[in-house]
């Protein structure tokens, strides 16, 4: 449940990101560009627009809808509560104090 989920918040996250970038600039600064020309031509502007709106509401709707599900999911889930730095194994607090080398033998 848990993978089935995820897959679908991320595949939600990533049509969400390709319908607002296909949605026309309201500040004209990408008209010289092309901005919104592929996407006027398949419908009328007004159209074109109206579409991409409610796509993006139900998409963003969605993502948020999956994000709750996924938070629950994770917070209900059987899982060891606790810090990381709880469950690490406990050493010694004093460093160790490395031991004088020892001479060379002569004579070898």
């Excluded at 990408?30 to 159209?47: H, N």
């Excluded at 139900?58 to 993502?63: D, E, K, N």
Aim: glycine share 12%; net charge neutral; no cysteine.
């Amino acid at each position: 449940m848990e993978t089935i989920l995820l897959v679908i918040h991320l595949l939600i996250a990533i049509f969400l990101v390709a319908v607002i970038l296909m949605q026309r600039s309201g500040g004209g600064a990408l008209d010289g560009l092309g901005g919104g020309s592929g996407a006027s031509s398949f419908l009328s502007v007004r159209g074109t627009g109206n579409l991409l709106t409610r796509v993006t509401a139900v998409l963003a709707t969605l993502f948020f809808a999956t994000s709750i599900a996924l938070s629950i999911y994770y917070k209900s889930a059987e899982r060891p509560s606790g810090s990381i730095l709880e469950q690490a194994p406990v050493q010694d607090s004093a460093p160790s104090v490395p031991s004088a080398p020892s001479a060379p033998v002569a004579g070898k």
